[in-house]
């Protein structure tokens, strides 16, 4: 008893254990990360908005219906080599840093995209040029795998941590961001081009942008430094190799990393991979499904529907970064498990608004799916990195986010598309999400809070020196009132109860 009652005790914060944050370093580190998933989800707007154009160029052969299916299971196929680019870059980023492999997945990311605007058409080489288009998006997506999970673990590293799911929250302001950039230079190319236009050239030049972007976001992440739990973890990983320990030494290799992700860790895992799901089938139907659905399924003008697609963007980005202060606020649980139940109750309300047909209710369809949309977009980059220890932060997040992206994202498009058709049912979309919603609520639940609290495996982080020493005092002043229970319950148990 005694010695259960002492080792209940925890020391006092000392000084060196709490880490003041640099703002104009914390500004780079927001910065570069965002622009990193501005560049992903340029592409993923580019390439959703031009689903149509691409199956003509790509599929002509096909039905109007097999030609969307088949552009969007190229745009799947880029998901099903995420986790194997999760598996390669996660590991490496806890182990040579995150700077560097951040560096290398905007490489690969920008070349990838680059590409595809270089591409010869089906009428040019036949069947090769399919093949080349899907070596593109391969490629793209094994990048990606290590993207959104090292540049969440790199903000939530540098981030104060009373205001992580604010700084956090402009990674994904970036994802908004690029996607509207994509999505309506794809919108103002067609209305000048036209269709024909967009279909003979016009596709290519939004790739061509891509390039540029990505030397601009290369050099940000080139100028960037390591975290300060990554230092911190690397320092004591060093010592720990200093005294050749063989036991440490397995444990510190890439094996034992993922077997420690799968044997100590697997309810975060599991956890991760729910909410990833519920951001993610949310996302992926708004953004990639819904302008083909809106233009392909109820027959409205393309123009309109990527208008209306590209207004419920905007209003995303507007409203992301408020959702990212409120979590820091009011805590993650609760607008996670607030924009699960409302998911469950009012997707089926908005398609059911889309399908009515003109410009006002399909908008107010759209800004609710929006709505929901932001509660996960604005809390997910805070939440996520926070399940795991730092040790193993980069490759845990990066295995289980890809693992749900793979299986459940990336395939919303395709599989939305696939049921439609087979069905004939245009509500399929809205069960989609409200199985989504529950899936997300359950993991919710199982969620602990974690706004205003150190990450695991890392010290407090703080803006000022002065709000160090206030942390510093309390935890002393609570340290010791620690250890005065501490001792009268010793002298409880040696002197026996009072008579």
């Known amino acids: 008893m005694v010695r259960t009652v ?81 598996l390669v870059f996660g590991p490496l980023g806890d182990r040579v840093g995150r700077q560097k492999v951040l560096a290398l997945t905007m490489i690969m990311m920008a070349a990838s995209t680059f590409a595809v605007g270089f591409l010869p058409t089906y009428a040019a080489i036949g069947f090769a040029a399919p093949l080349l288009l899907l070596v593109c998006r391969l490629v793209q997506g094994f990048s990606t795998g290590g993207e959104y999970a090292g540049a969440t673990t790199y903000i939530a590293e540098y981030a104060p941590d009373k205001r992580r799911g604010f700084l956090g929250s402009w990674l994904d302001f970036g994802t908004f961001v690029g996607y509207s950039l994509g999505s309506g ?34 050099y940000m992440r080139l100028k960037l430094e390591e975290t300060p739990a990554f230092q911190r973890e690397e320092e004591a990983q060093a010592r720990a190799r200093t005294e050749n320990d063989p036991v440490e030494e397995a444990r ?67 409203m992301i970064t408020t959702v990212g202060r409120t979590s820091d606020r009011w805590g993650r649980r609760p607008v996670f498990m607030a924009g699960s139940v409302a998911l469950i109750a ?6 059911l608004l889309i399908r009515q047909g003109g410009i006002l209710l399909p908008a107010l369809g759209c800004a609710v799916l929006g709505l929901l ?86 010290g407090p982080m703080v803006e000022t020196p002065e709000q160090a020493r206030q942390l510093v005092a309390r935890s002393r002043t609570t340290a010791g009132r620690q250890a005065r229970d501490v001792w009268l319950r010793v002298r409880h148990l040696w002197r026996g109860p009072d008579k």
Not at 62 to 74: I, K, L, M, N
Not at 185 to 209: E, H, K, N, Q, Y
Request: net charge positive.
């Open 6 to 86: 002492i080792r209940r005790r925890k020391r006092s914060l000392r000084e060196q254990d709490v880490t003041v944050t640099d703002p104009p370093k914390v500004r780079r580190a927001v910065t570069a990360a965002a622009l990193g998933n501005t560049m992903e989800w340029f592409d993923f707007g580019v390439y959703a908005y031009l689903a149509g154009t691409l199956g003509k160029v790509f599929f002509p052969s096909s039905s109007p219906g097999a030609q969307v299916v088949s552009t969007f299971a190229t745009f799947a196929a880029a998901f099903l080599v995420r986790p194997l680019g999760g």
């Open 346 to 351: 009012l997707a089926a309300p908005a398609f």
């Open 252 to 318: 510190q290799s890439g094996k034992g990393r993922l077997k420690e992700i799968f044997t100590r860790h697997w309810q975060a895992v599991l956890i991760c991979i729910g909410l990833v799901l519920l951001y993610n089938v949310t996302n992926y139907m708004v953004t990639s499904y819904l302008p083909t659905y809106m233009s392909q399924t109820l027959g409205e003008p393309e123009t309109t529907s990527q208008l209306l697609v590209l207004g419920t963007m905007l209003l995303v980005v507007l």
């Open 185 to 218: 230079l794809v919108t103002v190319l067609t209305a000048v081009l036209g269709t024909d236009g967009m279909t003979d050239w016009g596709w290519r030049i939004p790739f061509f942008v891509a390039g540029p972007m990505g030397l601009i976001g290369l």
């Open 373 to 458: 949309l932001v509660c996960f977009a604005g809390t997910a980059a805070s939440t996520l990195p926070a399940l795991f220890p730092t040790r193993l932060r980069y490759g845990a997040l990066s295995i289980a986010f890809n693992i749900s992206v793979s299986l459940f994202g990336g395939t919303t498009p395709l599989f939305a598309s696939a049921l439609v058709e087979a069905t004939g049912d245009e509500m399929v979309p809205a069960y989609y999400l409200m199985v989504a919603g529950v899936i997300g609520l359950v993991a919710t639940f199982f969620l602990h809070e974690t706004a205003g609290r150190p990450l695991r495996g890392s």
